[in-house]
């Protein structure tokens, strides 16, 4: 019975693993390659330790995947955000199709010291 289960996780993170490649391929622009890359990559790596504790059946091993994952799922979207804000602040574009901006306009390009909509709006008042 736990070779199915095996089989089943290592080939759905392995799937994940895959589509998550591919999207690097087929993603228009690095923000949406980091999303994809982040959340499938994560998801596969996870699934493929989750079937080798199975397999190994051990408290060691066990402990160890567990670790892996945990570390896994608090540095993959910090690091990506991180990715994500340098390439931003450097002026790497958005896909030519993106309807939306969040950040443009609510951070002081030389600080990089980012405003909320509230301290955004009171400086337009001000200005007025």
């Not at 290592?10 to 994940?16: D, E, I, K, T, V």
């Not at 998801?43 to 504790?53: D, H, S, W, Y």
Request: aromatic share 8%.
């Amino acid at each position: 019975m736990n070779e199915y289960w095996i089989l089943g996780l290592s080939s759905l993170g392995a799937l994940f693993i895959l589509l998550a490649s591919v999207g690097v391929l087929r993603m228009p622009d690095l923000y949406l390659r980091i999303s994809v890359t982040t959340k499938a990559a994560t998801l596969g790596i996870g699934l493929v330790l989750i079937a080798a504790a199975i397999y190994f059946n051990e408290v060691g091993i066990t402990s160890r995947v567990l670790a892996i994952i945990l570390f896994m799922l608090l540095t993959a979207p910090v690091g990506a955000h991180m990715i994500g804000r340098a390439s931003y602040f450097t002026g790497v574009k958005l896909w030519k199709h993106s309807k939306l901006d969040d950040l443009k306009g609510k951070y002081h390009p030389k600080s990089h010291e980012l405003a909320s909509d509230l301290e955004t709006a009171e400086k337009e008042n001000e200005t007025k």
